[in-house]
């Protein structure tokens, strides 16, 4: 049974960092980190084609966020700095066992293993 779970989120103020972590208990060909904003739907934050380390960002969070893999520990993370109150959220770890890439990485629709999500919030 594949199992995804994050941890690391929490409350910061504008301009801090967090960084999440998301322990699975598989390796996977692609993962990606997703979030939810109240009222808004699941959007993609940043993902990657394991094998090769590819990193995909979406424009938002480029220079901010740091997607990066721990094989040997089966552990995902996402790095955030200079975060703002546009980044709160709930934010998922998601995986798939078929190689993504380009704009596929943060397409949920391309991921079917999902984590329950750590809460975000960031203040003014």
């Known amino acids: 049974q594949v199992q995804l779970v994050e941890s690391g989120g929490g409350s910061v103020q504008a301009g801090g960092s967090l960084r999440l972590s998301c322990a699975s208990s598989e390796n996977f060909y692609s993962m990606g980190w997703f979030r939810q904003a109240p009222g808004l739907e699941r959007e993609g934050v940043a993902g990657m084609y394991t094998p090769l380390r590819e990193r995909y960002y979406v424009d938002s969070v480029k220079d901010r966020f740091t997607i990066t893999l721990d094989n040997a520990e089966k552990m995902l993370f996402l790095q955030m700095n200079n975060l703002n109150p546009e980044d709160t959220g709930i934010y998922y770890c998601?995986?798939?066992?078929?190689?993504?890439?380009?704009?596929?990485?943060?397409?949920?629709?391309?991921?079917?293993?999902w984590g329950q999500g750590t809460r975000v919030t960031v203040s003014s």
């Open positions: 998601a995986a798939a066992r078929t190689p993504l890439y380009g704009t596929d990485l943060v397409s949920h629709d391309r991921f079917p293993y």
